[in-house]
């Protein structure tokens, strides 16, 4: 897949850019603060629907302005294909694809296969639970559309029944087993998914990793999940008091886990930042090339911000030998620093292109 022209019209600080891409390697240089970031984030946009810096759509609209949008124009296997998003103040966003617009946004997520590495991860390790299970979701669902159906489902029905544990009268038994019985349903399709995901994605990531640091350092991934504890519904139902008392679900695959692990020892413990970003960056390549073997059988694009800062020159020669081998397919890349960009350009076939960013004007 190629990404080969970027719209860009009162996106966050770019106010308008008609960009055209290299097949290989874009890169953007400037300043910290002057829109390079934002330029991936349309990217992202055009792939998810979403922005990364900011979950509110509307705040995505240049500062004074009252639209926005972002076209790309891709060469999908062989077939163009043009995907729009765009949106008023105080009106919904509309994701179109050739055009049309599409009845539900489920239906494009996995269509534009995208890997994003950014300053932003290190909160995969140092977060709360809820970063490591969207790590998850977002890379099951890339490549399985049941997945995220099942996934919203759940959320419904946990959100409904976390509504009956807070309200005042006492839930109806019968109502609030309905509710019960439809996390446990979507709950054990999620967990299964999530169980075989991890087993296969964990011997691709420890492979990376190896790449990376010259086999210096043993990582590993552990799935902790309540459905390992047996039958879900059970799982979910034999608290409901305690839940009552705490006014939300405390049980449930909402509540899944992933322990990132550095010689056997929890990584946000134990790891130098040095040593977190090395494992944040494997953790990406597994996901390029997981997604590359399944889902929509086409390169996934891969976002690079800002990546080398805090490794070290060995760890930063291993990834330039990794990303410039011909499985990698397009690639944009941020630095304030023309150094680190000249090392890797310097080992492609001269396909690429240099972007200078400033104050959001791209050149």
């Known amino acids: 897949m190629i990404l080969q022209h970027l719209t860009i019209l009162n996106y966050r600080n770019i106010a308008a850019a008609e960009l055209d891409f290299s ?110 299970r969207r790590f998850m979701d977002l890379v099951i669902s890339q490549y399985d559309n049941t997945y995220i159906n099942a996934l919203l489902a759940y959320n419904k029905a946990l959100t409904e029944r976390n509504a009956m544990l807070r309200a005042e009268a006492e839930p109806n038994p019968d109502v609030i087993s309905i509710y019960e019985e439809m996390m446990a349903r979507h709950g054990e399709q999620i967990y299964k998914k999530r169980t075989q995901f991890i087993a296969e994605f964990t011997p691709i990531f420890q492979t990376f990793h190896n790449a990376i640091t010259g086999n210096k350092e043993t990582v590993s991934i552990n799935y902790i999940s309540h459905g390992q504890r047996g039958d879900l519904l059970d799982v979910i139902q034999r608290d409901r008091a305690k839940d009552r008392i705490m006014g939300y679900s405390l049980h449930g695959i909402h509540k899944d886990e992933l322990e990132m692990q550095l010689a056997g020892y929890p990584l946000k413990r134990e790891g130098s930042q040095g040593q977190n970003k090395s494992y944040l960056i494997a953790l990406k390549l597994a996901q390029f090339d997981f997604l590359k073997r399944t889902g929509s059988r086409t390169t996934p694009i891969i976002l690079l911000d800002d990546i080398f800062d805090k490794l070290d020159a060995t760890r930063v020669e291993n990834i330039v030998n990794l990303m410039t081998q011909p499985e990698f397919g397009q690639i944009f890349i941020t630095d304030t620093n023309r150094e680190n960009l000249d090392k890797i350009l310097a080992r492609t076939n001269g396909d690429y292109r240099i972007f200078h960013v400033s104050g959001g004007n791209i050149s």
């Open 23 to 132: 097949a290989k390697i874009n890169c953007f240089v400037g300043s910290n603060g002057e829109g390079k970031t934002n330029v991936l984030d349309a990217i992202h946009f055009l792939s998810f629907a979403k922005s990364t810096a900011c979950s509110i759509d509307s705040q995505n609209i240049r500062h004074g302005e009252e639209v926005m949008m972002v076209q790309g124009i891709y060469d999908l296997n062989g077939s163009v294909e043009e995907i729009s998003c765009g949106m008023k103040l105080q009106q919904k966003k509309h994701v179109k694809r050739n055009k049309k617009e599409y009845k539900r946004l489920s239906e494009h997520i996995g269509l534009l296969p995208l890997i994003l590495v950014s300053p932003s991860d290190n909160e995969l390790i140092l977060g709360g639970s809820d970063q490591r």
